[in-house]
Every structure is written in C-alpha cells, then in structure tokens.
Nanobody, 126 residues
Framework: QVQLVESGGGLVQAGDSLRLSCAAS????????MGWFRRAPGKEREFVAA????????NYADSVKGRFTISRDNAKNTVYLQMNSLKPEDTATYYC???????????????????WGQGTQVTVSS
C-alpha cells in the first residue's frame, strides 16, 4: 500500500519561505516521478511542480517558476518543495502525488498520477 504524507505547511507572511516535505512508502520511490499540486478555496486543482525519478529533470508552473524549487532524496524516499518569496495567491492546500507509471517524465497532468497525499495547508498573509 502506497502512502504519501506531506508536512511543512503553515501560516506565513508575504515574502517568507516554507519547505514542504512528502514522505513516501510502499513503492520503489526512486523509479517514479513525483509532483506537487495545489488547490485554493473555490478553485480547481492546479499543477505546481514535478520531478523525474532521478531528480535531474524538473517542471514548474509559470506562476511559481523562479520562486519554488522541487527536489528529492531517494535515499530518504522524500520529495521537497522549497517555496520562497511567497505571495498571498500561493495560499492553498498542497498535495504531493506519485506518477502511475515508470517513465522519464515530469507531467503537469494530474491524471498521470496514481497516489496522492492528504495535503498540507499553506496560508500566506499580506
């Protein structure tokens, strides 16, 4: 059984930083791409960032490019999302997800992801 557990969310002020973590278990973590998505109240789920199995390839939404960095530590079965220069519009519940197949991709399409964490709340005040 695959489990993804996010942590690191919280309440911060605009311009602050946070680092989210997602610990995975139940699957060979190092062979699958991982992604981060978010859902703000009243809005659709949106792609944030993705990283391929090795960590060498990443993909970002335009809205976070240059501010957020996705990384992974395969020895710890953990993926991270470093979020800098946070803005109020970054307020959302953030979810990590594990790709459904072993491919060298960094998909922005949530359909490509099979397992999801429970989410961690990030609130950015102005």
């Amino acid at each position: 059984q695959v489990q993804l557990v996010e942590s690191g969310g919280g309440l911060v002020q605009a311009g602050d930083s946070l680092r989210l973590s997602c610990a995975a278990s139940g699957r060979t973590f190092s062979t699958y791409a991982m992604g981060w998505f978010r859902r703000a109240p009243g809005k659709e789920r949106e792609f944030v960032a993705a990283i391929n199995y090795s960590g060498r390839t990443t993909n970002y939404a335009d809205s976070v490019k240059g501010r957020f960095t996705i990384s992974r530590d395969n020895a710890k079965n953990t993926v991270y999302l470093q979020m800098n220069s946070l803005k109020p519009e970054d307020t959302a519940t953030y979810y990590c997800a594990l790709d459904r197949s072993i491919q060298a991709r960094t998909s922005a399409n949530p359909i490509e992801y099979e397992y999801w964490g429970q989410g961690t709340q990030v609130t950015v005040s102005s």
